[in-house]
Every structure is written in C-alpha cells, then in structure tokens.
C-alpha cells in the first residue's frame, strides 16, 4: 500500500502471470507456450519491418492485418479488432460491452432511467477458468457471478440460460481443457440475445487443438448473432507469446464499442513488427496446422502415458493436459517437479488444489516429463519420526 495510490489501486487483485524463469534453465510446461516456434514466414516479415519505417507510427486501424482475419474467417474486417494479446482485447471487451455497477444507488438509477431491468445483472463465467475474468470485471466494476463447473470440469451450458449481465466462456476451458459443443455455446448465445439482450464472450485461445467432432470454433455463426464476440490469440496456436497479438471478431457495433475504449487510451496497441508478424502467422495457415497435429499427437500420447502410471487426467481439447496424482498433493507434485526442473502451472484455488496444467512440450521434453512422474510417484513419502510430511 502506498498513500499515493487511488482507491481503484489499492482496490485491485492483480493477476499473477505463470513464472517466466529468467535464469534456471527449466522445462517449462507452465504458460501453454507452442514448443514449436513460429512460421520462418513470420519471421521474415518481421525482419523486413525492422527498418527505417519505424520511425513513423503504425498504422491504428491495423488494415492488412484485419483483413487478412476477415479473409482467413470469412468475415468483414469491420467485423474485426486487433489488440496487444487478447488479454488487451477482453480488457477492451469487458470495459465496453458489460454494465458496471459501482453500488447499490447506481442500480436504482440505471432501473428508474427506464433501461432494462437487467442492466445491473452480474454477468457469467465459470467458477474455474481464466483467472483474468474476475481481474477484469473488478478492474472496471462489473458485477460477476459464477457457475460451478459440473463434477467432472465440464460447463454446464444450459446454466448460463437465465437473466444475467452478459456471458463470459473460454471453449476450450482452461485449465481444465474440457470443451463445450459448438451446438451448446450457440444455444447459449440465441438465449442471451432473445431473452436477454446481453453480450456472449467465447474466448477461443485454444480452439485450434480441439479434435473431438462437435467442438469448433462459433466464429462462421457472427453474421447470425449481434451479441456474439469470439475472441482468439496468436499466443498458444501460432508459436507467437512474445509477439503480443490477439483479436476479437464479431458484429460491427461491437468492435466499433471495443475501439471507442481501445481509442480511450491508447490508438497504436500493436506495433509495426507485430502487426507484421501477425499478418503473416494468418496467412500462414498450412503451416501451423501441420504444427499443431504434432501438438495435438503429443497430448495424446502423454496422457494415455500418465493414466497408465495411474494419473488421473482430464480430457483436454486444448495443448495442455489438467492431471492428479492419487497420492501427491498439488503442492507436493508442482514442487517435485520443480526440483527436477520441470515448470508446471499448479493453481492453489478450491476445487482444482490437487490438480496440475501441464502444457504440451516436444516429444523429448515431454519423455522426461513422463520420467521425472513416474519416479515422483514411485517414491514413498517422506515422513519423519512424527509421521508429517
Ligand atoms: C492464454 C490465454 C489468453 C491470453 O492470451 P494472450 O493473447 O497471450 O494475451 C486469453 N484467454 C485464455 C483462455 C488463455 O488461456
């Protein structure tokens, strides 16, 4: 606490990025980073923007950027945002699109100015998710209200079918991996447009790993739905974290709220060497498709590996796998790794405490991964005279 922070700093919980090691060299299977890197392609084009041009400022429409989206999608660029990561992107999203309350006299004012009664509704998400949303709901004043996931992680898409401020999914969920249908997402999305009014968030970051039939991206259904706004990310799928690129798609008067806010702040978000980059990781497709199969493959075959050790693993349609050792707490485990110099993401939170996101590494990363568990979980727990660990 300082006394020269306003009351909306010393309000906030900021949200605790996964640790990006500077010094040990590790394993690092704890940010769902692609093992692969990205297109020579993008490579390239981001050398060729490395030059004078840099002295001129971007360009804040990001034009050749959103169309090659549009293009890829099957979209209008009007129908596309750009951002610095898509967590800038939901930032923009949240702070546009749901309806802050600050206390109770801002409810009774918004229900006696004649708007809709639910316009101080909390909005949805699940109880287990990104760990961004609650960040941001409260960052701008959102009320928010959780739905538990159902016992085996999955979300309950019929739960989200009642008044609220707005809807909030990642599919596929992290960490847990597990995905809904696009059948379900978009039966929640007509609800909260029919019944509701209100705006449905589908944060597709890892979309593009999914393999189970059913399971697909909702973007081709944006003409249909003007409360839909589906979020993805060139962090996970296109090998590009460092590069800081992600984009909202969805209805015109939608994007047109995102860069009101965007516009508020700051108009140059993305750079010239990332809006380079990014153009040509779109453009790139085949090549990253190739990519992904091998990420998808690996998953596989690491978590038929772990449930043969008696690892209890979650079906994951994303890169990362969300497991539980019968024996070891979360704790336990995450820190047995980490002295063996392996990365994990081990959220201590109810429900998942016991649980680990492992993301997808190579092959030969990720055989000493399968190593370093089975030995973990072979060796007896140390106790001492008193029997605590
Ligand atoms: C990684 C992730 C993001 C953030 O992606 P950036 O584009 O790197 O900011 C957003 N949503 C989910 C669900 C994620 O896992």
């Given at each position: 606490?300082?006394?020269?922070?306003?009351r909306?700093?010393?309000?906030?919980s900021p949200y605790?990025?996964?640790?990006?090691?500077?010094q040990?060299k590790?394993?690092?299977?704890?940010?769902?980073?692609?093992?692969?890197?990205?297109?020579?392609?993008?490579?390239?084009?981001i050398?060729?923007?490395?030059t004078?041009?840099?002295?001129?400022?971007?360009?804040?429409?990001?034009?050749?950027?959103?169309q090659?989206i549009?293009?890829?999608y099957g979209i209008?660029p009007?129908q596309v945002?750009a951002?610095?990561?898509?967590?800038?992107v939901l930032a923009c999203?949240?702070a546009?699109?749901?309806?802050?309350v600050?206390?109770k006299?801002?409810?009774?004012v918004?229900?006696?100015?004649?708007?809709?009664?639910y316009?101080?509704?909390?909005?949805l998400f699940?109880?287990?998710?990104?760990s961004?949303?609650p960040v941001?709901?409260?960052?701008?004043s959102?009320?928010?209200?959780?739905?538990?996931l159902?016992?085996d992680?999955a979300?309950n898409?019929e739960a989200y079918k009642?008044?609220s401020?707005?809807?909030?999914?990642?599919?596929?969920?992290?960490?847990?991996?597990?995905a809904?249908?696009?059948e379900?997402?978009?039966?929640?999305?007509?609800f909260?447009?029919?019944?509701n009014n209100?705006?449905?968030?589908v944060?597709e970051a890892?979309?593009d790993?999914?393999t189970i039939?059913?399971?697909?991206?909702?973007?081709?259904?944006?003409?249909?739905?003007?409360n839909?706004?589906?979020i993805?990310?060139?962090?996970?799928s296109?090998s590009l974290a460092g590069?800081?690129v992600?984009f909202?798609m969805?209805?015109?008067?939608?994007?047109?709220?995102?860069?009101?806010?965007r516009?508020?702040f700051?108009?140059y978000t993305?750079d010239r060497?990332?809006l380079a980059?990014?153009t040509?990781?779109?453009?790139?497709?085949?090549?990253?498709e190739?990519?992904?199969?091998?990420v998808?493959a690996t998953?596989e075959r690491v978590?038929?590996?772990?449930?043969?050790?008696?690892i209890?693993?979650?079906?994951?349609s994303?890169?990362?796998v969300?497991i539980?050792?019968?024996?070891?707490?979360?704790?336990t485990f995450?820190?047995?790794?980490?002295?063996?110099?392996i990365?994990v993401?081990?959220?201590?939170?109810?429900?998942?405490?016991d649980y680990?996101?492992v993301?997808?590494?190579?092959d030969?990363?990720?055989?000493?991964?399968?190593?370093?568990?089975?030995e973990?979980?072979m060796?007896?727990?140390?106790q001492?005279?008193q029997?605590?660990l």
């Open positions: 606490m300082s006394i020269y922070w306003n909306r700093t010393r309000g906030l605790v990025p996964g640790e990006q090691p500077q040990r590790f394993i690092k299977l704890n940010t769902n980073e692609n093992p692969y890197p990205p297109s020579p392609l993008v490579i390239e084009a050398h060729q923007a490395a004078d041009s840099l002295r001129l400022y971007p360009d804040p429409a990001c034009t050749e950027l959103r090659a549009a293009d890829k209008k009007e945002f951002g610095n990561g898509s967590d800038e999203a949240f546009s699109l749901f309806m802050p600050t206390d006299a801002d409810t009774t918004l229900e006696t100015s004649g708007r809709s009664r316009d101080a509704c909390p909005i699940p109880d287990i998710t990104y961004f949303y941001y709901a409260d960052l701008w959102v009320p928010y209200r959780t739905i538990p159902t016992e992680f979300i898409g009642i008044p401020g707005g809807v909030v999914i990642a599919n596929p969920n992290a960490p847990t991996g597990q809904l249908s696009r379900d997402i978009l039966s929640l999305v007509q909260q447009e029919d019944d209100r705006v449905v968030i944060d890892y979309i790993f999914a039939p059913g399971v697909e991206s909702v973007v081709s259904h944006i003409p249909d739905h003007p839909l706004l589906v993805h990310t060139l962090s996970k296109a590069l800081r992600g909202a969805g209805n015109e008067e939608l994007i047109m709220g995102l860069c009101r806010i516009d508020s700051n108009s993305l060497l990332a980059g990014a040509a990781a779109i453009l790139d497709s085949p090549y990253y190739a990519m992904n199969k091998r998808i998953r978590a038929a590996a772990l449930i043969a050790m008696g209890e693993v979650i079906p994951s994303a890169n990362f969300f539980r050792s019968p024996e070891k707490t979360g704790a995450f820190s047995a790794l980490r002295d063996r110099g990365l993401r081990h959220f201590d939170k109810p429900r998942i405490g680990l996101r993301s997808m590494g190579t030969a990363e990720m055989d000493v991964f399968q190593e370093q568990c089975r973990i979980i060796k007896p727990a140390p001492n005279a029997g605590i």
